[in-house]
């Protein structure tokens, strides 16, 4: 299968995981606000955002890897396999320890937590991490497409069990469980389709040479990790301390509108990134699809930022039947932080593709954290976003100069052409 056809067909089947990823919130959160109330939504999202911080530091191991599991699946099937293993049972290990110290200090500075939504969060994101391994085996055999697809489909089922616990029985809060039942039964049906694809057989393997190798890469995917997270996860964990619960679920609200947009670029992203580490060692191939790339995200960015800058209001109202939580002023910085984030990340997974991203993200890590200390000091929500406004447009001329060192553009502005975007879109449709 050609690269053109390989991204077209992840393309396609990541659509029906984003719409599943989508329409999860569209659903879930009116109906958590509107009949559990604002503080539970807060303690939700709260702890689900501090527990994937938590556990998607791995200190920078997993996505290093995923970039060498392809050469070894390429030399020697059963190293790739024993390399998936010693991927699996670190995870294991890191996770079971989190866990343990997250009970401690729980338990320890008896800190105030809803145990129902405590257990089954920890359960579904600890559950959800391990799986990453078992799909790093499917990214590295070019089979995207099937993450996306069980993905997609295991989400809409979490949406279907929790609806019908929630209506049906009538369990509230302890709908809550279909979460993890469906992350367990997805981690499990993995399991199967790995195995029967030849790329997986369980064993205790801990291959301490493959999983500490290449030190300079790993420290590039811990700040990118972290700086990832710090922006979306701690950020929200923070608010959901200082914020009052109508406040919280307010901005909350604003930032899923806006990143609505975002899925797309991360669908992009997603799927070129597997595709450029493949052709990394060919620099014309290369530059060239990166480019294209960027130049799709960039459009495809500015079109939905667009439609939710006209229409956000009444989406929301559409979506909550309730406007009050609806903010203009806030929702423009907001969307206007997204647009150039979503761009910042198009650009950067060009080099983090072929390693390069360790001086980008250590700079983009210690203004975030800056910003965030500042929104501590000052617990004022305009001073947080106007700084996460400012850090982002200085990551832009970063960014460009970080991919012309790599790329070597003659032009800079050639990603902009609006032409080759629409000759390249028609070509990928009738191809």
Not at 215 to 239: P, Q, V, W, Y
Request: contains cysteine.
């Amino acid at each position: 299968m050609s690269i053109k056809k390989r991204i077209s067909y992840s393309f396609l089947t990541h659509l029906i995981y984003k719409f599943s990823f989508i329409i999860s919130p569209i659903i879930l959160f009116p109906l958590i606000i509107n009949n559990l109330g604002t503080e539970i939504f807060k303690f939700w999202i709260s702890i689900n955002s501090i527990l994937i911080f938590i556990f998607a530091n791995d200190f920078g191991i997993g996505m290093s890897k995923l970039m060498e599991l392809n050469e070894y699946l390429k030399k020697d099937i059963s190293i790739f396999k024993r390399n998936i293993n010693t991927l699996l049972n670190f995870k294991v290990s890191l996770y079971l320890g989190y866990i343990a110290l997250i009970f401690i200090i729980i338990f320890f500075f008896k800190i105030k937590v809803i145990f129902i939504l405590l257990i089954t969060s920890v359960i579904y994101q600890s559950i959800n991490h391990i799986s990453i391994v078992l799909s790093h085996a499917l990214w590295a055999s070019g089979k995207n497409w099937i993450i996306y697809l069980i993905n997609g489909i295991g989400q809409i089922l979490e949406i279907i069990i929790f609806l019908i616990l929630f209506f049906i029985l009538d369990l509230e809060i302890k709908s809550f469980i279909a979460f993890p039942i469906l992350s367990i039964l997805r981690f499990l049906f993995l399991i199967l389709i790995v195995h029967k694809l030849k790329l997986f057989n369980y064993d205790f393997n801990f291959d301490k040479d493959f999983l500490f190798s290449k030190k300079k890469g790993i420290f590039g995917f811990i700040f990118e990790t972290l700086s990832s997270n710090t922006k979306f996860h701690l950020l929200r964990f923070l608010l959901g301390i200082i914020l009052s619960g109508f406040k919280f679920t307010q901005i909350t609200i604003l930032f899923t509108l806006a990143n609505f947009s975002k899925n797309i670029c991360a669908s992009l992203s997603q799927i070129i990134f597997p595709e450029l580490n493949h052709i990394r060692k060919n620099l014309n191939k290369f530059k060239e699809y990166s480019i294209e790339y960027i130049r799709f995200g960039f459009y495809f960015n500015l079109i939905i930022c667009s439609f939710f800058l006209f229409f956000g209001e009444k989406l929301t109202d559409l979506w909550l039947s309730n406007s009050s939580f609806f903010d203009k002023k806030l929702f423009i910085i907001i969307l206007s932080i997204v647009f150039i984030q979503n761009f910042n990340e198009l650009i950067a997974y060009v080099y983090q593709s072929v390693n390069k991203h360790l001086s980008y993200y250590s700079i983009y890590l210690s203004l975030l954290i800056s910003s965030l200390v500042l929104f501590l000091i000052t617990k004022d929500i305009v001073t947080l976003l106007s700084s996460y406004l400012f850090i982002e447009c200085m990551m832009i001329f970063l960014n460009f100069y970080f991919l012309n060192r790599l790329l070597n553009i003659n032009n800079i502005f050639e990603i902009f052409s609006f032409s080759k975007f629409i000759k390249s879109s028609f070509r990928y449709i009738t191809d």
